[in-house]
């Protein structure tokens, strides 16, 4: 490692040499007596200006001839918005799979959905192989890029993309600097032994701290100064040294070609005309057109023929089969979502899997299976359109495996619906709008619940039984339930990390105490930035705490998380009752403190968002029995006393009068009695929004 003054003068020396071509040669052999030698800008290769199907079809064999040893996995992990797929853009230019063209006219080329184009960010990890020739050697390299997302709320999709790859570029800002979830992405990459190459990105900026951001991460993740790229995918500065680096900083994969087939099926989705496309990661043997394959958790007796066989660019281009080492897609005709279990082992055919170890196939280390920490209730708005949605779902969750989904029992005022659970708050907006874009289903989706645990508790020497709640109506009554106040109820923690700057420490900090934050850790990365580390409670985070933090800040801090458990604690639910029939999906949990303020601000909200009707609505927020905030919402009144011909009725006789006002009156009554109220999503997002 460099020391902080020779790390400072080499920063200074390449900013003197941006005027210059030969500055940055000079000052590399200026300092070549105490660091090692740097090597010269990289040249762009020869077939730079060819398609990817020229280029392949100039490789004798096609992509099958080019050896293991000169395939690279590696995937671009960063913190949101620190372009990475703006960087992924750039270099499938680069190698010929899209067009500037293209480029031009699709921005973020790798962010396929809608949804990720409407909210600038990426939601699910996207795959792109690459041919690029060494300008050292003169070969041709298969290169598989993995571009993934970079919010904490697709962090299971961060890791489960990692297990295909042996290297990571790691993306920061130059006008940012490190952030809270590039320490998280980091720590991924590192936990997958992965070889990290350290990017710095939007180096044109004019308010862009190169050589800051640079010194910060050499030092934060104790790199040398010299192996940091300095890039712009805009400009396009820098970004030529990115792919020799991949090469020859990034091991081959390993895994045996001779050995029998074994994949890891790492992605799946489902194309209406060809059913399951399946993405895996070819880890021993070859895969081929025509092959007869099956999955280890499949029964004895299934199997599938391949119909089709390649290399996503992101777009398809079919190679006939996939070499060890290789990512590619296979359709072989699956139809159901059980058929393409994530991170399950696909091999070939044999007549059940003890047959497969028999001969040699063990079953490939699977994915940990994503913990929802978060649940809600989807229900149809037309309660005859319920199986429509419930394969809207199923064919959305083979895309989607962290979404967990159950039946639930049919509610008295919404009907069947689908309890689901996922890994946060944008996680869940996401699946809703991608069931509406994708699958065209408008659905109402219920305020969200973060799972808890009630124990009760039992003698000396005994287990003391577990139960966790997903769904507030299973919530204990304290009327009903034998030694209520016995009971020990638990929710999930979380330790969040929050990168700060100095200024703002004291505001972030009265934040955090006011939502029960415990404060565990402080520490400065340099003179201007703190990360704070806090224990606090799940459900205090996934409302809007981003936002909160945010904005204390003036837009500076930045906020991730990772699950810590339960934690014990005074809570009650808060029911919601409307014309006194009781809403689960309207009621939530919070701290005793808390709950007559937050009843008030609840039923306030109701109000404004309830549609008016033509008989009274009575709203309460109760705790237990007792009625701790009530707001009204008044009926239409149709004025009796008024005939159609606009004479007022009776004259000056006021009992005619009563009469009819009496009359109506006990109208009112009965239509309170027997009227639904008509809630919106709107109603349901009340419970949860802060504004």
């Known amino acids: 490692m460099l020391s902080l003054q020779h790390a400072r003068c080499l920063l200074l020396l390449r900013s003197q040499s941006r005027a210059s071509p030969w500055g940055w040669r000079t000052a590399t052999a200026f300092l070549s007596t105490t660091s090692p030698a740097t090597a010269s800008p990289t040249s762009q290769p020869s077939h730079a200006d060819l398609t990817l199907k020229e280029i392949v079809a100039q490789i004798p064999d096609g992509l099958g001839s080019i050896p293991q040893s000169r395939v690279r996995n590696f995937s671009v992990i960063a913190h949101i918005d620190h372009g990475k797929s703006t960087l992924s853009d750039c270099l499938l230019e680069l190698t010929g799979n899209i067009t500037s063209a293209e480029k031009k006219a699709k921005a973020q080329y790798t962010d396929t959905l809608k949804v990720e184009r409407e909210r600038g960010i990426t939601v699910k990890a996207q795959t792109a192989s690459m041919v690029y020739r060494h300008p050292k050697d003169g070969k041709e390299y298969l290169l598989n890029l993995v571009d993934t997302p970079g919010h904490v709320d697709f962090a299971y999709e961060v890791s489960r993309s990692l297990s295909a790859c042996q290297g990571a570029l790691l993306l920061v800002d130059a006008t940012q600097g490190i952030q809270a979830q590039t320490l998280s992405t980091y720590a991924f990459a590192q936990e997958a032994k992965l070889s990290i190459i350290p990017v710095v990105t939007k180096s044109d900026l004019p308010h862009a701290q190169t050589d800051d951001v640079t010194l910060q991460m050499a030092t934060t993740f104790d790199m040398d100064l010299e192996d940091v790229l300095v890039t712009s995918a805009k400009t396009g500065q820098g970004v030529h040294a990115i792919l020799p680096a991949v090469i020859d900083r990034i091991s081959a994969p390993g895994g045996d070609p001779t050995a029998p087939l074994r994949a890891r099926l790492i992605d799946s989705w489902y194309d209406p005309t060809r059913g399951v496309v399946c993405l895996v990661q070819v880890v021993d043997g070859s895969i081929k057109e025509n092959d007869r394959i099956s999955a280890h958790s499949l029964a004895a007796f299934e199997s599938f023929s391949v119909q089709e066989v390649g290399v996503l660019c992101p777009y398809q281009l079919r190679t006939g089969s996939l070499l060890t080492g290789q990512v590619g897609y296979v359709i072989a005709g699956m139809r159901s979502t059980r058929q393409a279990k994530m991170g399950d082992t696909i091999y070939h055919h044999q007549k059940g899997a003890a047959e497969a170890a028999e001969a040699g196939v063990d079953p490939l280390p699977g994915f940990e299976t994503a913990k929802s920490m978060l649940f809600a209730s989807i229900y149809p708005l037309d ?37 689901c659970g996922f890994l946060g708050l944008l996680h869940m907006e996401v699946f809703n709008q991608r069931l509406r874009d994708e699958f065209g289903t408008a659905v109402l989706l219920t305020s969200p619940t973060v799972p808890y645990r009630i124990i009760h508790s039992q003698k000396e020497g005994e287990t003391a039984e577990v139960k966790v709640i997903q769904t507030l109506a299973d919530w204990p009554d304290p009327a009903t339930t034998p030694n209520y106040r016995d009971l020990k109820i638990e929710e999930p923690v979380v330790e969040a990390t929050i990168l700060t700057p100095v200024t703002s420490v004291g505001a972030i900090t009265t934040c955090l105490k006011e939502r029960r934050g415990v404060q565990e850790d402080v520490k400065y990365l340099d003179d201007k930035n703190v990360v704070l580390t806090y224990r606090l409670p799940w459900q205090e985070v996934v409302t809007d705490l981003h936002d909160v933090v945010k904005n204390v800040s003036a837009g500076y801090a930045s906020l991730n998380y990772k699950e810590a458990g339960y934690a014990s604690d005074d809570l009650v639910k808060v029911e919601l009752a409307l014309n006194g029939e009781e809403v689960d999906a309207l009621s939530f949990v919070c701290h005793r403190t808390k709950a007559e303020r937050e009843g008030r601000r609840v039923a306030l909200k109701l109000k404004n968002v309830i549609d008016r009707q033509n008989f009274e609505i009575n709203i309460q927020a109760k705790v237990g029995r007792k009625v701790v905030a009530r707001e009204r919402v008044a009926p239409y009144r149709k004025d009796v006393l008024v005939t159609k011909a606009g004479k007022n009725v009776g004259g000056g006789d006021v009992t005619r009068k009563k009469k009819l006002l009496e009359k109506q009156k006990q109208g009112k009554k009965r239509a309170k009695m027997v009227g639904k109220v008509s809630l919106s999503q709107e109603a349901f997002w009340a419970v949860i929004s802060k504004d």
């Open 383 to 419: 309660t005859q359109d319920f199986d429509s949605l419930e394969l809207a779902v199923n064919k959305l969750t083979l895309n989607d495996a962290s979404v967990t989904v159950q039946r639930e029992g049919s509610n008295t005022s919404l009907g069947s619906g689908l309890r």
